[in-house]
């Protein structure tokens, strides 16, 4: 069963930010948190993934917090392509059975113009 | 394009027929994973692969359902005597070690 919560759905208006959030209360300590997103009719994409610092590339921002049991993927100037469903998903840190991603529902993002 | 490749991308079969569908990992990677979604869920993991090990089958739905990878390249899932309930998106996807996995577009069945 997946170990993350996140809303169902989100509306976000072009050009600001998306903030998409994820509980992980059980996450231990080593077990990475993973983002992905799925368009339509496409395989899910990796957007970008962490363990306890904050990460930045150039897709998104990732900020956990410091108890690790939530976080909060930042789209820093939303466009109408960001429209997906995005996955928050926690992921062992050795491989093995524990390094496969186990998905829930997602948060479908709309962003508007 | 190098990423994850799946073939074919439409599947129609009937009820009772047997399938197999493809899946091209990137050339350096070494683990391959197949998952199932189905509409408005997100993907269910079936099985993965370590080099040409099937490391993981448990979550294979049934007995129905077989994978391979015969030389730790390419892979094949295979589902015999389809039924309705098997109609939905087949993805691969594959990684190099722990790195983030890369998914192909998927397959998608319809079992009529």
């Known amino acids: 069963d997946a170990k993350t919560t996140q809303p169902t759905s989100m509306d976000c208006a072009e050009g600001r930010a998306a903030n998409l959030p994820c509980n992980h209360s059980?996450?231990?300590?080593?077990?990475?948190v993973y983002w992905y997103r799925q368009i339509h009719s496409q395989g899910p994409q990796y957007i970008i993934h962490?363990?306890?610092n904050n990460e930045t590339n150039e897709m998104a921002s990732l900020i956990i917090t410091e108890d690790r049991k939530s976080s909060t993927l930042i789209l820093p100037h939303a466009t109408l392509r960001d429209t997906a469903v995005y996955y928050c998903?926690?992921?062992?840190?050795?491989?093995?059975?524990?390094?496969?991603?186990?998905f829930g529902k997602g948060t479908k993002l709309s962003v508007k113009p | 394009d190098t990423g994850v490749s799946q073939d074919p991308r439409h599947k129609i079969t009937k009820r009772g027929q047997n399938v197999t569908f493809r899946c091209d990992p990137i050339?350096?990677?070494?683990?391959l994973y197949w998952y199932r979604q189905t509409l408005g869920q997100g993907p269910e993991f079936l099985t993965y692969?370590?080099?040409?090990?099937?490391?993981?089958k448990s979550r294979l739905l049934s007995d129905r359902f077989s994978a391979e990878r015969p030389k730790g390249s390419f892979s094949t899932l295979e589902i015999q005597r389809t039924e309705q309930g098997d109609s939905a998106m087949y993805l691969c996807?594959?990684?190099?070690?722990?790195?983030?996995?890369?998914f192909g577009n998927g397959t998608r069945l319809t079992v009529t």
């Open positions: 050339s350096e990677h070494n683990r």
């Open positions: 998903i926690v992921r062992g840190r050795y491989g093995g059975s524990q390094g496969n991603l186990i």
């Open positions: 692969f370590q080099n040409e090990a099937q490391l993981e």
């Open positions: 059980t996450i231990s300590g080593n077990e990475y």
């Open positions: 996807a594959s990684s190099t070690g722990d790195s983030p996995l890369h």
């Open positions: 962490g363990l306890k």
